[in-house]
């Protein structure tokens, strides 16, 4: 079984509707992040969480909110889509510590019409 | 502010080595990654590198660090079809405390039979 999971893994939408991103993770681990993939570039942050408690904004926050329900779950909210959101949407997890590696969940393809 | 930045295309026959190189930009960086994209899939954490390291071997992956230049190597020998993929560097921002990556634009590497 996948350590990352993402629900869904497609989603079409219309612009100006709402959408929910999940993310769940067995690796027990505490940090969680939602990462941004656009053609030809690199991945851009949008927010990270480094436990229940802590929510935290990334680089490209602007237009998405996130919930960190549980040590296991992180999603991520799009309150009224846009077109230029239409990207490929990545979820990973991290222990932290001096040897910190994130691990990437599979990614939810999302296009707004 | 950090930039990574990497060449956007490789093709190299199958059994070649392939070299893909990767320069950055924050010194302070202490571990820089090498993610493998595979279509359709998420980033497979393929190895990483400490910076006080100048060279890191695991299979038929190599790693070379040039910490003055700032430059990081990824030489993967014999390569296979199975190589073909998109391949990201990246470094760890560490001046930030964040525990976000910076990611390169990505290489696709095409491996001809």
């Known amino acids: 079984d996948a350590d990352v999971t993402q629900t869904p893994r497609n989603r079409i939408t219309k612009t100006g509707k709402r959408i929910m991103l999940e993310c769940s993770q067995t690796k027990g681990h505490d940090r969680m992040y939602w990462y941004r993939q656009d053609p030809g570039l690199g991945l851009q942050l949008i927010y990270y969480s480094f436990d229940v408690k802590d929510i935290n904004k990334g680089e490209i926050s602007d237009g998405y909110s996130v919930s960190r329900q549980a040590q296991a779950k992180f999603s991520l909210s799009l309150e009224s889509a846009i077109p230029n959101q239409t990207a490929l949407y990545f979820c990973?997890?991290?222990?932290?510590?001096?040897?910190?590696?994130?691990?990437f969940g599979p990614g939810t393809r999302l296009t707004v019409l | 502010g950090e930039d990574v930045e990497q060449s956007l295309f490789l093709s190299v026959r199958e059994g070649d080595s392939s070299v893909i190189n990767c320069t950055y930009t924050d010194s302070s960086s202490t571990y820089l990654y090498w993610y493998k994209q595979e279509p359709g899939a998420g980033l497979q954490l393929l190895t990483y590198i400490f910076s006080n390291m100048d060279m890191k071997q695991d299979q038929r992956l190599t790693v070379l660090l040039n910490k003055k230049d700032k430059h990081l190597s990824l030489r993967i020998a014999d390569t296979q079809t199975g190589d073909s993929a998109i391949y990201f560097c990246a470094e760890r921002d560490d001046s930030s405390n964040t525990g976000k990556l910076i990611f390169g634009q990505g290489t696709t590497l095409q491996v001809k039979p």
């Open positions: 990973a997890t991290s222990r932290g510590g001096s040897t910190d590696t994130q691990y």
